[in-house]
């Protein structure tokens, strides 16, 4: 392995004994592994208000437009 590999996602720290992961992302604590994904879900909530997404809801069959 590339030594880049070997290092945390979040932080780039080394791992220890055990590493977590998320979606093929190994992280070095349980902390990085939560930022991570705390961060990116706040980026996802932005991008979504920048397309409008934001006000619709995720269920689609609750727009009469789009239901069966």
């Known amino acids: 392995m590339r030594r880049s590999e070997n290092r945390c996602a979040n932080c780039g720290g080394k791992f220890g004994l055990v590493s977590y ?6 992280f070095c604590r349980k902390a990085c592994r939560h930022a991570f994904v705390a961060r990116t879900a706040k980026e996802h909530v932005q991008m979504r208000k920048w397309f409008g997404l934001l006000g619709r809801g995720l269920n689609p069959v609750k727009h009469s437009s789009l239901a069966l």
């Open 21 to 26: 992961r998320h979606w093929g992302l190994r």
